[in-house]
């Protein structure tokens, strides 16, 4: 017989207790155990679900911040460009001010400068020319310089020049002589009595000596002048010498020759 | 030479005795309790931590959920125990045939019988669990109470055939690597063995992926009604 009805109870009984003993040692422990990690790994995704979209937000917020910086930047450095630009504007138009305030000041310090030494220079030459011109006559024609000034300028009074005797009429005041030389008593009371026949009347008369006159004489009343100098004469050289400054000056002149810094600055405004 | 490890007696006191069969149902019931003892006692949660046997485990497990749910039963962690158990002890009882002196249990007409029995008697009572006795009764006279006596007898002869399968494969399997071991005792045999190993494992999945679907059957109605 192949059934054996006892061995097929106890192996009913034994599968029964198997069952018991399996679910109690492996099925509940193992299914428990993949539950768990399901549920751990379900909350991992979910979790990282949830650090993904955060990360999206916040890098979707870094990016606007990013925007907003760059759109910032941009603004501060158009800001910044402008001002920049403004205050190149204002410097340079500053320092051209300057630049023309200090050029106008040396302009007019030359011209002084110029002024005096042609003043120096006149006077100088006027003083060598006298000199030389009193020593030439001294020694080649033994004629006295001042003596023969004072000759002329008589013989000019005795010619009755129209302007003169105007002078000399109309004149209330006392008349002025100024001379560069010292004159004798004898010159002075024939130029008195001159003026006095010329006039009609007794003229008072003040005699004073200057020696910027240089070998001049001078008869002035109240806005009325008799002049009587080498002046006049070396008028043309003193012209010379005027322009041959003026020329070098003009040559030393910025505007004819522009600098670097004036050429730089008209770069810069263009 | 013998047909069934019921033959082997150790034992005996009137009708009770202990033969070859049970003792070795014993002590597949001591292995695998042990193993599973000793495998689960310490289950790790982190991946990194899991070890070899619990992944096997866990991997035996989590087949058996998915063919169990394959078949049609919704709820597969309920019928797990049964159908799990079954599938372990029939594959185990199985794969110890690689041991020479090893006879499996299966090969015993009487444990076969006590499984079928225990199909027998499971599907009647997952059906009512599911649907109520009436709801299952009823199923007998499904689609006519004329079809009753071929629906009982249907039910007696699967019963039977689940028993005999079982048991003239793995007898057959035990019964050829003997002669075989006495007509050629090199090398043949090794691979009769292994031919055999393949068949007790397509044995022990046949036996389930049957008991699942009478289970199925008797569940199914009520699965229909529900959806409805």
């Known amino acids: ?270 | 030479m013998h047909l069934s490890s019921d033959e082997v007696i150790f034992w005996q006191a009137g009708f009770i005795k202990l033969n070859g069969t049970i003792v070795t149902t014993w002590l597949l019931m001591l292995i695998l309790t042990i193993g599973a003892k000793l495998i689960t006692r310490n289950l790790a949660q982190n991946n990194a931590e899991i070890s070899r046997w619990q992944s096997l485990l866990e991997v035996i497990v989590t087949l058996l959920k998915q063919q169990i749910a394959e078949v049609g039963l919704k709820q597969p962690q309920k019928y797990l125990g049964f159908l799990g158990t079954l599938f372990l002890f029939i594959a185990t009882a199985n794969l110890l045939t690689i041991f020479p002196i090893y006879e499996p249990p299966t090969g015993s007409l009487s444990t076969t019988l006590a499984l079928a029995l225990a199909v027998f008697i499971a599907v009647p009572l997952f059906g009512i669990q599911e649907q109520g006795l009436t709801g299952f009764l009823k199923t007998y006279l499904e689609p006519t109470a004329i079809m009753l006596p071929f629906n009982l007898i249907s039910e007696l002869s699967r019963t039977f055939a689940l028993s005999v399968r079982l048991f003239g494969n793995m007898m057959s399997g035990s019964m050829i690597l003997a002669i075989l071991l006495i007509i050629t005792p090199f090398v043949f045999p090794i691979v009769m063995t292994l031919l055999g190993l393949l068949t007790g494992m397509v044995q022990a999945y046949i036996f389930t992926i049957l008991a699942t679907v009478y289970i199925a059957a008797a569940a199914e109605i009520c699965d229909l009604k529900t959806d409805n």
């Not at chain 1, 023309?100 to 400068?113: G, H, I, P, V």
């Not at chain 1, 005797?165 to 008349?175: E, I, Q, R």
């Not at chain 1, 009325?224 to 002149?253: C, F, M, P, R, S």
């Open chain 1, 1 to 270: 017989m192949l059934i054996d009805w006892f061995t097929v109870a106890a192996q009913l009984l034994n599968f029964v207790i198997l069952i018991a003993l399996l679910k109690r040692f492996l099925y509940q422990p193992i299914l428990q155990a993949l539950d768990a990690r399901e549920h751990r790994i379900s909350a991992e995704l979910s979790e990282a679900d949830a650090k993904k979209q955060q990360a999206q937000a916040e890098y979707e917020q870094f990016c606007q911040k990013n925007q907003e910086f760059d759109l910032q930047r941009a603004e501060l450095f158009k800001t910044a460009s402008e001002e920049a630009k403004t205050e190149r504007q204002r410097l340079l138009t500053e320092a051209r001010i300057e630049a023309d305030n200090l050029r106008s000041q040396r302009q007019q310090a030359l011209a002084q400068e110029v002024e005096v030494l042609m003043t120096s220079l006149t006077r100088q030459i006027q003083t060598e020319v006298f000199a030389i011109t009193r020593q030439v006559l001294t020694d080649l024609a033994d004629v006295n310089l001042e003596n023969q000034m004072i000759a002329v300028f008589m013989e000019k009074l005795r010619s009755s020049d129209p302007e003169i005797v105007s002078v000399l009429k109309n004149t209330a005041t006392p008349l002025l002589l100024r001379t560069a030389f010292t004159l004798s008593e004898a010159q002075q009371l024939e130029i008195q009595q001159t003026i006095a026949k010329i006039a009609g009347s007794e003229i008072e008369l003040q005699l004073t000596t200057e020696a910027k006159l240089i070998s001049g004489i001078e008869l002035s009343s109240v806005g009325q002048k008799i002049v009587w100098t080498l002046a006049d004469y070396l008028g043309n050289v003193e012209n010379n010498l005027k322009n041959l400054l003026q020329q070098h000056i003009d040559v030393d002149k910025p505007e004819k020759h522009p600098t670097e810094f004036s050429k730089r600055a008209a770069e810069d405004v263009s």
